[in-house]
């Protein structure tokens, strides 16, 4: 399909805007009339600009308050058409958005509204020109498809059609199916948007929440699906309103809204094939090699230097984790502790840069297990992810990889049924395991972003892996506000919380400002008997987060736990949650490793899902007493 | 009366708060649960440091999901109670806040409420504690403070009584004016909070958008004022969940708070004078000296140095003011047109450090015209605002004045009706007025204000000085999005639109990152005949504002103006605004004085009270260009 996008969905001037938008590569743009007339050039020089660009100015938008005016003002309003057909006619676009009249003294009568629209599209046919009428959720007498169609199908003129927005009738719980039954060539335009479900006034909500599909919540392959099925051939388009989007770079934006309307593309694709829809009208929409199965974290590799590299692995020998192999060409080694292998990697320039120079010791790559590496790549480039091909030394393995949004690496690795061989051929690996360790498996690795960047990322979980997303939750630091939104592999294999905080004192800012740019947060292991563990742990000296006495007072409150048991809780400091269904989650954090990212050991039990979420707030408090303790009490 | 905050209105740990609360004047505090189970020391250890810092425990909440609770759960609840007792008897609080039930599997039973309610007094009453039951607008069954008061009156125990929140009516659009027949004692506790009208779900708008009294929309004298009739003699307390104070300094927050308390019980007496309300029943409420007439802005001075004075006044001299007077003893001068004063002031140290080392040049003091000087000071101190004393020297007139929240100065000037003898007795005046300049009067001065601050300079103009404020209007840079909120004088003599960018790179965001704080953004004079100024100044060779044909071509779309004066408001880069009552105005911009401020000259007619919103975001196009243009320019 043609991709097109409105200017009002990017931040800067309208040159910064074009140019992004070819960059990205959409084959359109629609042209928001305030940028227009902010802009100190002329329609004809914009239309240039795009020519030079490659860009189709695919409309104008929007006019507004016409149809059932008041009368008296009819004639002016026809007079500002003609104003805004000159125009387009010198920006060389033939369609123009006119939406549905929200004017509180507009009349809804139906021979009305047919005259005047039909008086519109005479005016608009005699220059060739186009009229696409689209129902703002808040018109005043028309607010749903229904509607523009039924006005449409009676004036029956060849200059006026529909113009679909997801957002309008998605906000209201239309149901969009019966579009299917509008001819394809009656729907002169269609623009999707995506938003999160709030519960708030539909115009305050459309103008700054509205977001690029695949981000929000509306089911938007639903909404695409009965227009492929109509037959529609035009572009499709994204308009958003987004107050984040007003000030996000607009290079990398656009490049997302790109990412974002193939994401759709393909899960509309999915829709249809389910609901046996004819091959050929799957054709325009975008293909790629479907997602792997995923099985885990493979490994975790860290950048540290040689003295970074030694304190870590102090800390995790203490967890348990044993040193089993060292590279056979370079400064990196291997521990592992039961399904778990963390590579330590402490050569300069593994990466095409130092990474540890760039951002002190931290996680510089993600393994993750999946079916067909090959595929999986083509897969992420296909939706222009940023391969990697690393310096492979000799009896090296090469591994599949993708850069993730904050440079880190993703590797692809094939999964082996007898365990992996890339260890065999890079490592000299120890003979025997000695860890005494229970430790498990990754359960969850927890991302700290920066704010601005969480739907960036989300998006490219959701599109090049294929990972879901969880709604976000919002957790109070005591220094300001954290939001969380976990993504996970399709079975929860993997699972990645990223946690966003817009206020600069949280846990998370400060984890943030010492990695200049995103970097992990804290990395969750999993066990059968945290209880066997966290003493293990306590007694090799591992610094664990402590947690306040009142904690367990509460809990004491909240649950029927006899006064030894909770004793044993508070005396190792391990959190406890319940869900609904009796799903229950025991967990325990370390102090910070370099004041950076910290370690969480966990049990769950009976089909507990979460995070503890219930538990993120003790566990923040207690993270900014850790920070910031000794002032504090030496203060009182 | 005894004036309360809850923990949770303010950022920080417990500590930090109730440090906070105790600093800014509070009798008492409730302590917020969640606020204690993160606190790393016992109950006991909390009353104490509260005794240590002279607050009194006002109460202890919440507790939630009690009455009419799921049958099988009604015991474990009492002996969650009963816990909560034993917590309360250790902080040393009588009173627990209960509000409530929420839950959906809740019975709404009028008996079954009554019994749950009467056996909690019960159980509370039998150790001395009390209950302050409270209906949360979005309680399953009991949403309103009538429901509360019934079942209260209903069960007529000692220890139950009402608590009422003014966020939990007026959200609901309740009537409070009943309460007034509520017998006093049986209201245990009042918490006020306001809000932003928001068209959105109530518990999302409760938790996330409260704000101190005064900074929001609801009428809470209204609210408070019946409750003072009822008799009721306890706290007035502030339980406020804001995003934005979870992150703010905690100090200065707690102080606004309490400042937000004292002019609320001010609007309150005045309301109850209005209604007639018995003298004795007003005692309790703060009185402060009531606030002046104002008479419009003296004199505006700036911080310059030698260099940029000089520019600045090469400046003014081309809009047409003169050199009107020379400081007796200090390097100051005095540039005068109509009845507008500027006072350039190059004294490095003349407000007690350097303003220009610290803010280059910028608005260092506002001086307005009041009708008592001693009196609009000492109304000033009595809300806690810093006066000021200056070095005076010999022969020199000694100004009341007040701190802004940024630093600067606002004298308070005792208005003349002959004129100010202050420029007779501090200056050498000149003999002759040589300007040609038409501008009259000072009409409005904009400031960029840090995004977080809004609200605090809000509250600061109502209450030291009796402003108004209009609603907040959200306006688009290219960059980001701008909010504007107006602070009015009554009888608005006085204008200052306040604006504010979380974005960082706004027009907004730009000048106060120059200003390392706040600073005045631009200054508006008014004149009777725009053209005639403005052709002036484009003579002396002011630079003016560049603004888009296109927004020319689009005003010609909106109105029915000929070519000619088209051409004419183009010529002069005038913009151009039309009410809906016929009231216009003209308006032309300055580029930037040192890239800092700019200056607008207007021409408003029938009656046009506002500041062009309408052409905010040309205006703020225009200065993007501005100040980028050159960049750009040679990139495309």
Known sequence: MKRSIATVSLSGTLPEKLDAIAAAGFDGVEI???????????????R????????????FQPFRDFEGCRRDRLARNLDRAERKFDLMQELGTDLV???????????????ILLDDLSLLAERAGARNLRIGYEALAWGRHVNTWQQVWDLVREIDHPSLGVLLDSFHTLSLKGDPSGIAQIPGDKIFFVQMADAPILAMDVLEWSRHFRCFPGQGEFDLPGFLAPIIQSGYTGPLSLEIFNDGFRAAPTRANAADGLRSLLYLEEKTRERLVQEAA???????????PKASDYKGIEFLEFAVDDNQGAQLTHWLERLGFSKAGQHRSKNVSLLRQGDINLVLNAEPYSFGHNFFEAHGPSLCATAIRVQDSASALARAVAYKGQPYRGLVGPNELELAAVRAPDGSLIYLVDQDEAGNPLYESDFNLATAHTGQGGLKRIDHMAMALPADSLDSWVLFYKSLLDFEADDEVVLPDPYGLVKSRALRSRCSTIRLPLNISENKNTAISHALSSYRGSGVH??????????????????????????????????????????EFLSELAYFNVLYDRDAQGGELFHVYTEPFAGRFFFELLQRKNGYAGYGAANVAVRLAAMAKSRTGAVRQAKL
Chains 1, 2 share one sequence.
């Open 32 to 46: 928001f009339e305030n940028d227009l007339l902010y802009y100190d050039g002329s329609p004809r020089e914009v």
């Open 48 to 59: 240039q600009i795009c020519a030079d660009l490659g860009l189709g100015i695919s409309l």
């Open 97 to 111: 958005l006119v939406c549905s009249n929200a004017a509180a003294d507009s009349v809804g009568d139906r021979q």
């Open 278 to 288: 004819p091959a050929a009208s799957l054709e325009p929409l975008f293909a790629p």
């Open 522 to 563: 804290h990395i969750a292991f999993e066990c059968d008997d945290l209880f066997a563990e966290v003493s293990r742990a306590k007694a090799a000296g591992v610094p664990l987060l402590d947690i306040p006495l009142n904690y367990y007072d509460d809990l004491a409150a909240r649950f029927d736990f006899d006064d």
